[in-house]
């Protein structure tokens, strides 16, 4: 049965995912033969990514802090002594903690997936592996796009949902009075930010667009429907 995606778009989600592999991967080491270097390791990249995160939402709710001293010291009815500015706390980086840490904690996860005749069960209370999608059958799946235009520079951003599982997309694009749709190129994840060459530099470029899955490199699914892009020098 087909699994939605275990890596989730939203941040809250992989906290929680972060959160749930830091408090049972030891749990499952023995399970698992992993090492004593390899669980410290998963366990290093799940408290960077807490800390980081905790980190930027109290820095966030300081800013809104900030922003309501700000006004009272411009507004306050009848005056009176002004408060302290509210104080942006010191990121203290747990031990060991590198840049690029969700790259590093992906390859710790397919490392422990490809661990021969490694119990499902184990994966699923790890959250290594998504939910079950039942009724999902892989050929009628088709994704969702919508393209925000920039202003300037024939740039333009690419959101593609209902993904399913998909490991990549293909972006084609059809130019205005041609006959045969041009592959441009080949993205992960959820969004892209695309420069689009245009038929004619220097004026206004239209097209039609659409977005084809792709999975374990063959196409996934249907192609999504056309959508009509603009974009400006």
């Not at 006004?71 to 903690?97: L, Q, T, W």
């Not at 998504?130 to 050929?139: F, H, N, R, V, W």
């Not at 039609?208 to 429907?225: C, F, M, T, V």
Request: glycine residues 8%; contains cysteine.
């Amino acid at each position: 049965m087909a699994r939605k995606n275990w890596w989730a778009d939203a941040l809250p989600a992989q906290l929680a995912l972060m959160m749930n592999v830091l408090a049972k991967i030891d749990g499952h080491q023995a399970a698992l033969g992993l090492t004593n270097m390899q669980v410290a390791k998963i366990q290093e990249l799940c408290a960077t990514f807490i800390a980081v995160y905790n980190y930027t939402e109290l820095s966030r709710e300081t800013a809104g802090a900030l922003i309501e001293w700000r006004n009272d010291y411009f507004y306050r009815p009848g005056g009176g002594g002004p408060a302290a500015p509210p104080a942006f706390g010191v990121f203290s980086a747990p031990g060991n903690s590198v840049a690029g840490c969700v790259n590093e904690f992906k390859e710790q996860r397919d490392m422990v997936v490809n661990i021969p005749n490694v119990p499902v069960a184990i994966l699923e209370d790890l959250m290594f592996v998504g939910e079950e999608q039942s009724g999902l059958i892989p050929a009628n799946v088709k994704p969702s796009v919508k393209v925000t235009s920039a202003a300037t520079g024939y740039l333009g951003s690419v959101v593609v949902s209902d993904r399913e599982g998909a490991n990549s997309w293909e972006v084609w694009v059809l130019d205005k009075g041609a006959a045969a749709w041009r592959m441009i190129g080949t993205y992960e994840g959820k969004s892209a930010d695309i420069a689009f060459a245009p038929t004619t530099p220097g004026d206004p470029y239209q097209f039609q667009l659409r977005i084809q899955l792709r999975k374990e490199n063959a196409n996934y699914g249907q192609p999504s429907d056309a959508v009509t892009v603009t974009t400006n020098p």
